[in-house]
T-cell receptor, first 115, second 111 residues
Framework: DAGVIQSPRHEVTEMGQEVTLRCKPI?????LFWYRQTMMRGLELLIY????????DSGMPEDRFSAKMPNASFSTLKIQPSEPRDSAVYFC?????????????FGDGTRLSIL | QKEVEQDPGPLSVPEGAIVSLNCTYS??????FMWYRQYSRKGPELLMY????GNKEDGRFTAQVDKSSKYISLFIRDSQPSDSATYLC???????????FGGGTRLMVKP
């Protein structure tokens, strides 16, 4: 089985530009999670989906961030406009069931640098 | 105060040493307790999972939970250089649908 696939692996862009991060979860997984990892704040949950429906987006920092899951095999996290403080590693994870019942499988992340 | 606290390290030990990694948490409603391992430039991977207070063993790894003290530990016996990574504790909320992670402890095992 292929794991969670994220693209791009690295993104460097200038402040104010739109950034789109992509994720392909593991086939058959009904839950999809977006996380952000920084040295200062650690690994933080931004939003999660169940069966393609956003369930909790309380971790999304502000309106500049949006996430979609148009189908079971694809999700995007968009930042518009981007700011230097958005620089972080963004992870996507998927699981068959809620975290208490099934492990989350993480992708290798997108390393985002906003200049 | 963060909901889950973890000493960031780094923790440096010689090969073969016993390693103790710890987390404290503040919310007594937290139900499920996990340890993830993260290698450099990789995503976290699940290492251990436990629900109740007490010990759970898997090979060289032992996870320990003390709900009365809100304290969880991971012990690594006979540590190997390949164990060098960042170890993150993670705890689910009461509904079991979201994880809160500690900040991670970086471990270095020297040959």
């Amino acid at each position: 089985d292929a794991g969670v696939i994220q693209s791009p692996r690295h993104e460097v862009t200038e402040m104010g530009q739109e950034v789109t991060l992509r994720c392909k979860p593991i086939s058959g997984h009904d839950y999809l999670f977006w996380y952000r990892q920084t040295m200062m704040r650690g690994l933080e949950l931004l939003i999660y989906f169940n069966n393609n429906v956003p369930i909790d987006d309380s971790g999304m920092p502000e309106d500049r961030f949006s996430a979609k899951m148009p189908n079971a095999s694809f999700s995007t996290l968009k930042i518009q406009p981007s700011e230097p403080r958005d620089s972080a590693v963004y992870f996507c994870a998927s699981s068959r069931d809620r975290p208490s019942n099934q492990p989350q499988h993480f992708g290798d992340g997108t390393r985002l640098s906003i200049l | 105060q963060k909901e889950v606290e973890q000493d960031p390290g780094p923790l440096s030990v010689p090969e073969g040493a016993i390693v103790s990694l710890n987390c404290t948490y503040s919310n007594s409603a937290f139900q499920y307790f996990m340890w993830y391992r993260q290698y450099s430039r990789k995503g976290p991977e699940l290492l251990m999972y436990t629900y109740s207070s007490g010990n759970k063993e898997d090979g060289r790894f032992t996870a320990q939970v003390d709900k009365s003290s809100k304290y969880i530990s991971l012990f690594i016996r006979d540590s190997q250089p390949s164990d060098s990574a960042t170890y993150l504790c993670a705890i689910t909320n009461n509904a079991g649908n979201m994880l809160t992670f500690g900040g991670g402890t970086r471990l270095m095992v020297k040959p």
